[in-house]
């Protein structure tokens, strides 16, 4: 990210941003006195080493959060610009889908193959979208990129999840609210609570969702479908992990949680109650996601987007193919 970036109207800059510059200027300062491996999670695992990420997409913004349709197709949020980027195949230019429709948010695909898009992922609008939900969530066709609005009255949307179900579930970084949307139209925008809220997942079987918190405390919650009104701290990040900035989450095909992060560099894999390093190096990253379909960014794939642009294939991540 540019430093001019952090200088253009409130809409356009979001809260992680001057959150992220701060941690990164004490995380600097916090490596000359201890070795990086002190606040680095551990390895998961001893298998064989994978080949290094490689890029394979680059927009020309910061990539807030991608998705991939059953056509292997992969759809992308630009966070300065407000687009919807779709890029056809690993080695394609991305394509602007839509103009500036204020689409910084979470984005995820339906089961009808239409996109789900958060808005009001800013500073003004997290700071105060638990008392003032008025962002929308809005419904892109991934062909003619026509928008319509899916759902509005929600707090500034940076992480959506979609359940099996169809519900979606939304978060607001800035506050505490987790929103919900029931396939059926109706919108509570304070279904849950959770400090901090940045990345979300739905279980597999939809009877969780699952949350991390970014700062203070980073750590990864559950949230019971049927008792929101009792998250609970799954698993908290290690103390020297508390400048890492966890960011987007999505699931692997075992259903365990992927979690980006800012700072450390590292992405995160929850399991056997500890996070775990799936890939080091690979800064500033916002989210992870899993390809599908056979062509293009196909199943078993794991790909990374950052505030770089930079979508990038990561081989450690990679799922052996489905018989």
Same mark, same amino acid.
């Given at each position: 990210?540019?430093?001019?970036?952090?200088?253009?109207?409130?809409?356009?800059?979001?809260?992680?941003?001057?959150?992220?510059?701060?941690?990164?200027?004490?995380?600097?300062?916090?490596?000359?006195?201890?070795? &990086?491996?002190?606040?680095?999670?551990?390895?998961?695992?001893?298998?064989?080493?994978?080949?290094?990420?490689?890029?394979?997409?680059?927009?020309?913004?910061?990539?807030?959060?991608?998705?991939?349709?059953?056509?292997?197709?992969?759809?992308?949020?630009?966070?300065?610009?407000?687009?919807?980027?779709?890029?056809?195949?690993?080695?394609?230019?991305?394509? &602007?889908?839509?103009?500036?429709?204020? &689409?910084?948010?979470?984005?995820?695909?339906?089961?009808?193959?239409?996109?789900?898009?958060?808005?009001?992922?800013?500073?003004?609008?997290?700071?105060?979208?638990?008392?003032?939900?008025?962002?929308?969530?809005?419904?892109?066709?991934?062909?003619?990129?026509?928008?319509?609005?899916?759902?509005?009255?929600?707090?500034?949307?940076?992480?959506?999840?979609?359940?099996?179900?169809?519900?979606?579930?939304?978060?607001?970084?800035?506050?505490?609210?987790?929103?919900?949307?029931?396939?059926?139209?109706?919108?509570?925008?304070?279904?849950?609570?959770?400090?901090?809220?940045?990345?979300?997942?739905?279980?597999?079987?939809?009877?969780?969702?699952?949350?991390?918190?970014?700062?203070?405390?980073?750590?990864?919650?559950?949230?019971?479908?049927?008792?929101?009104?009792?998250?609970?701290?799954?698993?908290?990040?290690?103390?020297?992990?508390?400048?890492?900035?966890?960011?987007?989450?999505?699931?692997?095909?075992?259903?365990?949680?992927?979690? &980006?992060?800012?700072?450390?560099?590292?992405?995160?894999?929850?399991?056997?109650?500890?996070?775990?390093?799936?890939?080091?190096?690979?800064?500033?990253?916002?989210?992870?996601?899993?390809?599908?379909?056979?062509?293009?960014?196909?199943?078993?794939?794991?790909?990374?987007?950052?505030?770089?642009?930079?979508?990038?294939?990561?081989?450690?991540?990679?799922?052996?193919?489905?018989?």
């Amino acid at each position: 990210m540019r430093p001019t970036d952090l200088l253009r109207p409130a809409r356009r800059v979001p809260r992680r941003a001057l959150v992220a510059v701060a941690a990164l200027a004490v995380a600097a300062g916090l490596l000359v006195a201890a070795p &990086a491996p002190a606040r680095a999670a551990p390895p998961c695992g001893a298998g064989r080493a994978a080949p290094p990420p490689v890029r394979v997409a680059q927009l020309p913004d910061w990539a807030e959060s991608i998705a991939v349709d059953r056509r292997g197709r992969m759809f992308a949020t630009g966070y300065f610009g407000g687009r919807v980027y779709r890029i056809d195949a690993p080695g394609s230019a991305p394509v &602007a889908l839509t103009g500036d429709i204020g &689409a910084n948010g979470g984005i995820v695909v339906r089961a009808d193959g239409r996109l789900l898009v958060g808005t009001g992922n800013d500073l003004a609008h997290s700071l105060t979208g638990d008392l003032f939900p008025v962002s929308r969530l809005l419904d892109v066709d991934p062909e003619s990129g026509a928008v319509a609005t899916y759902a509005s009255g929600l707090g500034g949307i940076d992480g959506v999840a979609l359940a099996p179900d169809g519900t979606v579930y939304t978060t607001t970084l800035g506050g505490r609210n987790i929103g919900r949307v029931t396939p059926d139209g109706r919108v509570d925008p304070a279904w849950a609570r959770v400090p901090q809220p940045n990345g979300i997942a739905v279980s597999p079987d939809g009877s969780e969702v699952y949350v991390v918190q970014t700062t203070v405390a980073p750590g990864l919650y559950r949230i019971p479908v049927a008792d929101p009104a009792h998250p609970r701290l799954w698993i908290p990040a290690p103390l020297l992990d508390a400048l890492a900035l966890p960011d987007g989450l999505a699931l692997d095909g075992a259903g365990r949680p992927l979690i &980006a992060t800012h700072a450390s560099g590292q992405l995160w894999r929850a399991e056997g109650g500890r996070l775990c390093a799936v890939e080091s190096g690979l800064h500033l990253s916002t989210q992870f996601t899993y390809g599908r379909g056979e062509r293009g960014f196909a199943a078993g794939r794991l790909y990374r987007a950052g505030v770089d642009g930079a979508i990038r294939e990561v081989p450690a991540g990679a799922e052996p193919p489905s018989n």
